[in-house]
């Protein structure tokens, strides 16, 4: 007798489930802030010891992924620490919104015996006997691509709230036949003022009860939807490749890792794993708090010694506390109505404030630019915004490691450099060379039609190359043609590829920008007023494409109006928009760099950064940007004068550099940490390079690599700085980084980990 007496008295479920909940509570505020990795990077490959390792990894694998990775390389544990957070506010939200239901229907039913009272009880009923599963599925699947998160909402809502309404309405029964009631009645106190001075004072206490149970099955049946693949954020799944997909959604969510951890399942089960513990865990936690609560309704337990008691008698006490707080916050009809809006509106405006705010964080104001696939020299200009800006180290030695001659024409532009050191170049006869970082050729293929521009490289290495009859080809690392894309016009491609981190391929067609999908299917395509041959750039955050001046919404390809405040209109014949390495957007014209950024107003412009060109300077610019470390350039070079480089400063606008140097014919090659620019040119019929430091005269590095004509294209890597020549000559210049396998061109031992945001596009307004 005593030991029952004893367990009665210790309410165990109300002691763990408070302190289930509190660390999941606690998790969902503090998880963000200790997630190791931005939950939405991707690893495209992970260096271990020896062994290069794809996504998805396994939990204890790569160090810093503790639970492994999910199918695009990122983190779980990141994922999961950042997804309990938009988890519980939802499942809260929902659940206040069910519970306010549920009390005003169950009161309203059980007070009223009219027409109105049996109409409720009937509405209940219905509701009772559709499961809320059910009505999820169907409102998510009709409305979830317009209405995002309040399809979830309704869904979880439309039927929820009856099991809550029914316990109400039967609990109150029971109350409108005690003897106080009918006391109360019999001193003519009318019956909205009973409801809200003693009914309510008595439901208190199970309302309580009522949320906690709400919560864990408005979670419960969050979950399932999430396995059945309908979460929140989305549904829409993007295919690349032949047996991969992914959902197009913005932040982590546990409905969403559980569906996402299912197509791994077999294999890795680890991310089902670990989102179905904090499910489980959560659920079970709002559960016991729910049975302890009910208890301490159902008995009048006693005080003892032990430790869970007193802390469940201290819940018990702050409880009753509560209850006392709202039977004299309730009193009176205008209080209750109010207290029913309040309630409600407050889990709608958490659900909007969640919405708005997206939970995770966006990556829209980039500061650094990430190369998707951590390749070496992925574009033409390095990366997809084509910032020419590097972390790589320059040659240290001036002399030409190796030379590959094209045996039969050109090159058509400079060479893309994989994160393994192989070096992609295509011919204007149509070939697509790929070399070992010790110039062996590895393999040729011809593509069937003369190349345009640079090659560019994919996140998983995959080789993109246009072609004078305006097609699209990419081929993987082993040679094999994974698809061609063929746009329906006719013309000839204009510029080479870029590729956004999201598989996303833009290119031009005379004065048409064509989007392309990852799976060879045409996007969209944007008209241009004139016939260019630039290759077009993202912006940091991957939300726009910029071709010159104009610039392309990347979800529709719709035009973004920009206006700048010019000072010489007359001037504007350069204007351009580029993207420093900063991540950072400019807009240059004449001899000024202006930087900008989107806000919640609009386009904010940063102060003009200049310098002091009259009376020095008569020609304009032919390239503009920025370095990752804050410094802005310009350059000239017109092929009658000395080229000049000026740096400023781009936080205060002073003055770093200006140099002029010899190589008319010059050509700005990259741009490395220390605003070293690296430019190769022709000096009396000899092709120069060389790399020149704001504030010095002299050049910090030279090389001649002889009488090969004018530059068309380079690349710098780690130790190395690879040049084409019009004759169809690439050059090696430098011995490349010691230790690197291959001794040539892969640059770093180990390579490190790199990661790069998805989606990479965000939306712009």
Same mark, same amino acid.
């Given at each position: 007798?005593?030991?029952?007496?004893?367990?009665?008295?210790?309410?165990?479920?109300?002691?763990?489930?408070?302190?289930?909940?509190?660390?999941?509570?606690?998790?969902?505020?503090?998880?963000?802030?200790? !997630?190791?990795?931005?939950?939405? @990077?991707?690893?495209?490959?992970?260096?271990?010891?020896?062994?290069?390792?794809?996504?998805?990894?396994?939990?204890?694998?790569?160090?810093?992924?503790?639970?492994?990775?999910?199918?695009?390389?990122?983190?779980?544990?990141?994922?999961?620490?950042?997804?309990?957070?938009?988890?519980? /506010?939802?499942?809260?939200?929902?659940?206040?919104?069910?519970?306010?239901?549920?009390?005003?229907?169950?009161?309203?039913?059980?007070?009223?015996?009219? /027409?109105?009272?049996?109409?409720?009880?009937?509405?209940?009923?219905?509701?009772?006997?559709?499961?809320?599963?059910?009505?999820?599925?169907?409102?998510?699947? @009709?409305?979830?691509?317009?209405?995002?998160?309040?399809?979830?909402?309704?869904?979880?809502?439309?039927?929820?709230?009856?099991?809550?309404?029914?316990?109400?309405?039967?609990?109150?029964?029971? *109350?409108?036949?005690?003897?106080?009631?009918?006391?109360?009645?019999?001193?003519?106190?009318?019956?909205?003022?009973?409801?809200?001075?003693?009914?309510?004072?008595?439901?208190?206490?199970?309302?309580?009860?009522?949320?906690?149970?709400?919560?864990?099955?408005?979670?419960?049946?969050? !979950?399932?939807?999430?396995?059945?693949?309908?979460?929140?954020?989305?549904?829409?799944?993007?295919?690349?490749?032949?047996?991969?997909?992914?959902?197009?959604?913005?932040?982590?969510?546990?409905?969403?890792?559980?569906?996402?951890?299912?197509? $791994?399942?077999?294999?890795?089960?680890?991310?089902?794993? !670990?989102?179905?513990?904090?499910?489980?865990?959560?659920?079970?936690?709002?559960?016991?708090?729910?049975?302890?609560?009910?208890?301490? /309704?159902?008995?009048?337990?006693?005080?003892?010694?032990?430790?869970?008691?007193?802390?469940?008698?201290?819940?018990?006490?702050?409880?009753?506390?509560?209850?006392?707080?709202?039977?004299?916050?309730?009193?009176?009809?205008?209080?209750? $109505?109010?207290?029913?809006?309040?309630?409600?509106?407050?889990? *709608?405006?958490?659900?909007? *404030?969640?919405?708005?705010?997206?939970?995770?964080?966006?990556?829209?104001?980039?500061?650094? $630019?990430?190369?998707?696939?951590?390749?070496?020299?992925?574009?033409?200009?390095?990366?997809?915004?084509?910032?020419?800006?590097?972390?790589?180290?320059?040659?240290?030695?001036?002399?030409?490691?190796?030379?590959?001659?094209?045996?039969?024409?050109?090159?058509?532009?400079?060479?893309?450099?994989?994160?393994?050191?192989?070096?992609?170049?295509?011919?204007?006869?149509?070939?697509?060379?790929?070399?070992?970082?010790?110039?062996?050729?590895?393999?040729?293929?011809?593509?069937?039609?003369?190349?345009?521009? #640079?090659?560019?490289?994919?996140?998983?290495?995959?080789?993109?190359?246009?072609?004078?009859?305006?097609?699209?080809?990419?081929?993987?690392?082993?040679?094999?043609?994974?698809?061609?894309?063929?746009?329906?016009?006719?013309?000839?491609?204009?510029?080479?590829?870029?590729?956004?981190?999201?598989?996303?391929?833009?290119?031009?067609?005379?004065?048409? +920008?064509?989007?392309?999908?990852?799976?060879?299917?045409?996007?969209?395509?944007?008209?241009?007023?004139?016939? +260019?041959?630039?290759?077009?750039?993202?912006?940091?955050?991957?939300?726009?494409?910029?071709?010159?001046?104009?610039?392309?919404?990347?979800?529709?390809?719709?035009?973004?109006?920009?206006?700048?405040?010019?000072?010489?209109?007359?001037?504007?014949?350069?204007?351009?928009?580029?993207?420093?390495?900063?991540?950072?957007?400019?807009?240059?014209?004449?001899?000024?760099?202006?930087?900008?950024?989107?806000?919640?107003?609009?386009?904010?412009?940063?102060?003009?950064?200049?310098?002091?060109?009259?009376?020095?300077?008569?020609?304009?610019?032919?390239?503009?940007?920025?370095?990752?470390?804050?410094?802005?350039?310009?350059?000239?070079?017109?092929?009658?004068? !000395?080229?000049?480089?000026?740096?400023?400063? @781009?936080?205060?606008?002073?003055?770093?550099?200006?140099?002029?140097?010899?190589?008319?014919?010059?050509?700005?090659?990259?741009?490395?940490?220390?605003?070293?620019?690296?430019?190769?040119?022709?000096?009396?019929?000899?092709?120069?390079?060389?790399?020149?430091?704001?504030?010095?005269?002299?050049?910090?590095?030279?090389?001649?690599?002889?009488?090969?004509?004018?530059?068309?294209?380079?690349?710098?890597?780690?130790?190395?700085?690879?040049?084409?020549?019009?004759?169809?000559?690439? $050059?090696?210049?430098?011995?490349?980084?010691?230790?690197?396998?291959? #001794?040539?061109?892969?640059?770093?031992?180990?390579?490190?980990?790199?990661?790069?945001?998805?989606?990479?596009?965000?939306? *712009?307004?």
């Amino acid at each position: 007798m005593k030991t029952s007496r004893f367990a009665l008295r210790a309410n165990p479920p109300l002691f763990w489930g408070a302190i289930v909940t509190l660390v999941v509570v606690v998790l969902a505020w503090v998880g963000p802030l200790v !997630a190791a990795h931005d939950p939405m @990077a991707t690893l495209s490959v992970a260096h271990v010891g020896e062994r290069w390792i794809r996504p998805p990894f396994p939990a204890l694998t790569v160090p810093g992924y503790p639970l492994g990775s999910d199918t695009f390389g990122r983190d779980l544990l990141s994922r999961l620490l950042w997804g309990i957070r938009p988890t519980l /506010l939802l499942v809260v939200a929902v659940a206040g919104l069910r519970l306010s239901l549920g009390v005003v229907i169950g009161v309203s039913s059980a007070w009223s015996s009219g /027409l109105p009272g049996r109409l409720l009880r009937g509405f209940t009923g219905g509701a009772l006997a559709v499961p809320v599963l059910l009505v999820g599925l169907a409102v998510n699947a @009709a409305l979830s691509t317009r209405l995002g998160i309040w399809a979830f909402v309704v869904g979880l809502a439309l039927t929820g709230w009856a099991e809550t309404a029914r316990l109400v309405h039967e609990q109150i029964i029971i *109350i409108r036949g005690q003897p106080y009631i009918e006391a109360a009645r019999a001193l003519g106190t009318s019956g909205s003022q009973i409801v809200a001075r003693h009914v309510l004072n008595h439901i208190a206490p199970l309302v309580w009860m009522l949320w906690a149970y709400e919560i864990s099955g408005t979670l419960l049946v969050t !979950a399932e939807l999430g396995f059945l693949g309908y979460f929140i954020g989305g549904g829409t799944w993007v295919q690349i490749s032949d047996w991969t997909a992914v959902n197009t959604t913005s932040f982590p969510e546990l409905g969403q890792m559980l569906a996402s951890s299912y197509n $791994i399942m077999l294999l890795q089960p680890e991310g089902m794993v !670990a989102a179905g513990t904090v499910i489980f865990l959560a659920i079970l936690g709002f559960n016991l708090l729910g049975e302890g609560l009910r208890r301490r /309704l159902a008995l009048d337990q006693l005080r003892n010694e032990s430790l869970p008691a007193k802390a469940a008698a201290r819940v018990g006490e702050w409880l009753d506390q509560c209850r006392k707080v709202s039977a004299r916050f309730w009193s009176g009809r205008r209080r209750l $109505i109010l207290a029913a809006v309040v309630v409600g509106g407050v889990a *709608i405006v958490a659900a909007v *404030i969640w919405w708005r705010s997206e939970v995770a964080p966006r990556g829209s104001s980039p500061t650094s $630019i990430i190369v998707p696939g951590a390749h070496l020299w992925a574009a033409e200009r390095h990366d997809g915004q084509g910032s020419l800006w590097t972390e790589a180290p320059g040659p240290t030695d001036s002399a030409i490691a190796w030379a590959f001659q094209s045996d039969d024409s050109a090159l058509s532009g400079g060479p893309a450099v994989a994160a393994d050191g192989t070096v992609y170049i295509g011919s204007k006869s149509g070939k697509l060379y790929a070399l070992r970082p010790d110039g062996t050729l590895r393999w040729v293929v011809d593509t069937g039609a003369p190349l345009v521009g #640079s090659p560019a490289l994919g996140p998983y290495g995959d080789v993109y190359v246009t072609d004078h009859a305006g097609r699209l080809s990419v081929y993987q690392p082993d040679q094999l043609l994974l698809w061609r894309f063929q746009p329906a016009s006719a013309g000839a491609a204009t510029s080479g590829p870029v590729v956004a981190s999201n598989g996303t391929v833009y290119y031009t067609l005379g004065n048409i +920008l064509q989007a392309v999908s990852l799976d060879g299917h045409p996007m969209w395509q944007g008209q241009i007023r004139q016939y +260019l041959y630039i290759t077009p750039r993202l912006s940091g955050d991957g939300g726009l494409v910029f071709l010159s001046d104009i610039a392309f919404r990347t979800r529709d390809g719709s035009s973004f109006a920009l206006q700048f405040a010019v000072r010489d209109k007359t001037e504007t014949v350069n204007a351009m928009h580029v993207v420093g390495g900063d991540g950072r957007a400019y807009y240059y014209y004449g001899h000024v760099l202006i930087p900008w950024e989107r806000t919640d107003q609009g386009v904010t412009a940063g102060s003009p950064l200049t310098w002091n060109y009259t009376g020095e300077e008569l020609q304009l610019p032919v390239d503009a940007g920025a370095t990752g470390d804050g410094v802005a350039w310009l350059f000239y070079a017109n092929g009658y004068s !000395a080229p000049r480089i000026v740096w400023v400063r @781009a936080a205060d606008g002073q003055l770093l550099g200006n140099k002029r140097y010899l190589q008319p014919e010059s050509r700005l090659m990259a741009v490395a940490p220390g605003a070293v620019a690296y430019t190769c040119g022709l000096n009396r019929q000899e092709t120069t390079c060389a790399a020149y430091k704001p504030g010095t005269d002299a050049p910090v590095w030279q090389a001649s690599l002889g009488a090969n004509g004018m530059v068309s294209g380079g690349a710098l890597v780690p130790g190395r700085l690879y040049v084409t020549t019009e004759s169809g000559m690439l $050059i090696a210049v430098g011995q490349g980084m010691p230790g690197t396998e291959g #001794s040539g061109g892969a640059g770093r031992t180990p390579v490190p980990t790199w990661t790069l945001p998805y989606p990479a596009q965000t939306a *712009i307004p």
